[in-house]
């Protein structure tokens, strides 16, 4: 028996697939985003940078800026063997994976069908096999909600590894610092404890020679356990140091390397006094927020066309086979059928009116959330810019500092050359100075630290300073 649609029920359905075909799903609201002529600033004296993007910008290689060849193999080490960014990568590559089914939700579809069928008596039984075609048609912004609901899970995904390999990236290089500072703190304990030593062994001489009485000793005593005790501190706090930085590579029983010494030249780029806020368009952060409503808008989309009628085109080729009554045996029997599917919601107790209006509580909550993200972005870039001002001005005066009482010590050693002082420097004076250099340390680290954090605020590192007029030449 051959079973055909007739024309007349396709074209009554027209009226219905246009009124469809006119349906648009509604606009999803704009998400806040930082204003191109706006600028983040911090007080202070500190040039300006340009008003556009870097061309370097992203999360490449901004750690560079500390010039330590050391810490950019460890990064890349550890970005092939972090097993939190790994998984953040197998998400992306999911995502991906689940991009081109979005596209092909609303195309044809084609199946080859094989079953058993028996008549409601029972007294006849046929086998049906054929093939089925189904053309759903994602009307009522069913395909526009389907396609904008991947993009945004592809597109967070990315922000999601982008943010997981700058989170690395900045604990990685915020515990390299650490360790480098604690190794050149526990050095320049060491070399305390001597100096402390040989101030008491000086002291001691003096009162064997009668010069000074016993008591002196006391004080000098103290601050040299005092010293040892430092010393002995931060060298039990070097393994603590050694296990987090080894946990961070991604491998906790491999050995790291040892740091190179921190020359005193190897300075930072200068700390800006403002920055544009279109830089901030590209932070992982504001892009992940940003799809976050983008994905609510199309949740919201989907969920309101569920409110209304689904519509598909199909269409069944095949044959029934009698297998069972008084029919088996005979010959196959062709079938063609071919018409509208329409599926119609008439009550459902509320729950598709009640899914759409969660739904758009949801995207409204995904927009005031995106609007904190900017703004908290916004304010964490300030403070950042501020602490590294402040952290550049210590750094400066504690570099100040070291370098008078260097220089005292070189006009020492020259009065000690021509015979008008001591061949041996002052104990004061070598003592003043290392308190000097544990201060200039702690600054530095201060203020690398206080970079790490504006990097990883902003998302990409800051560009060269554009050259002043007439600095050449």
């Avoid at 526009?144 to 991947?150: E, Q």
């Avoid at 100096?195 to 601050?223: F, I, K, M, N, Y």
């Avoid at 080729?317 to 029997?333: H, Y």
Wanted: contains cysteine.
């Amino acid at each position: 028996m051959l079973s055909l649609s007739s024309c007349s029920r396709v074209r009554s359905c027209l009226p219905l697939l246009l009124l469809a075909a006119c349906a648009t799903p509604s606009a999803p609201p704009e998400p806040l985003r930082p204003g191109p002529q706006a600028r983040l600033q911090a007080t202070g004296d500190a040039r300006t940078l340009p008003e556009h993007e870097p061309a370097a910008a992203g999360p490449g290689a901004w750690w560079t800026a500390f010039g330590d060849p050391q810490l950019d193999r460890l990064i890349d080490d550890a970005r092939l063997k972090d097993l939190g960014l790994l998984a953040a990568r197998r998400r992306l590559l999911a995502a991906r994976a689940l991009r081109p089914a979005a596209e092909a939700a609303y195309k044809p579809e084609l199946s080859l069908r094989s079953g058993a069928v028996a008549t409601p008596d029972s007294r006849s039984g046929w086998v049906e096999q054929g093939f089925d075609a189904r053309w759903e048609l994602g009307l009522f912004g069913r395909d526009a909600a389907s396609r904008a609901l991947a993009q945004a899970e592809l597109e967070l995904a990315e922000a999601e590894f982008e943010q997981a390999r700058l989170s690395l990236v900045a604990e990685l290089v915020r515990g390299w610092l650490e360790w480098r500072h604690e190794l050149a703190r526990h050095e320049q304990a060491r070399v305390t404890v001597l100096a402390e030593e040989h101030c008491l062994q000086q002291l001691q001489g003096r009162v064997d020679l009668g010069l000074l009485a016993a008591s002196t000793l006391a004080p000098q005593r103290q601050r040299l356990a005092a010293v040892r005790e430092a010393e002995q501190q931060i060298a039990r706090l070097l393994p603590l140091q050694r296990q987090r930085l080894q946990i961070l590579r991604g491998e906790p029983r491999a050995e790291l390397p040892e740091p190179a010494a921190l020359p005193r030249s190897a300075a930072l780029p200068p700390a800006p006094d403002s920055l544009p806020t279109a830089w901030l368009l590209e932070h992982p952060a504001l892009r992940r927020a940003e799809q976050k409503l983008r994905q609510a808008a199309a949740q919201a989309g989907f969920a309101e066309a569920e409110r209304w009628p689904r519509l598909a085109l199909a269409a069944n080729l095949g044959m029934a086979v009698p297998v069972l009554g008084r029919k088996a045996g005979d010959k196959p029997i062709p079938m063609l059928a071919l018409g509208p599917l329409i599926d119609i919601p008439l009550f459902d107790a509320g729950r598709r009116d009640a899914a759409a209006v969660a739904r758009r509580h949801e995207l409204q909550a995904a927009l005031l959330e995106q609007h904190q993200v900017v703004r908290e972005t916004q304010a964490e870039v300030e403070a950042a810019l501020l602490r590294l001002q402040h952290s550049h001005e210590r750094s400066e005066a504690a570099e100040r500092a070291l370098l008078e009482l260097d220089q005292q010590r070189q006009a020492q050693a020259r009065r000690a050359g021509i015979g008008l002082a001591a061949p041996l420097p002052e104990p004061g004076l070598e003592l003043a100075r290392l308190e000097a250099r544990q201060q200039w340390l702690g600054a530095r680290l201060s203020q690398q630290l206080a970079y790490v954090a504006l990097f990883k605020a902003l998302g990409h590192p800051l560009p060269p300073a554009a050259p002043t007029p007439g600095a050449a030449g």
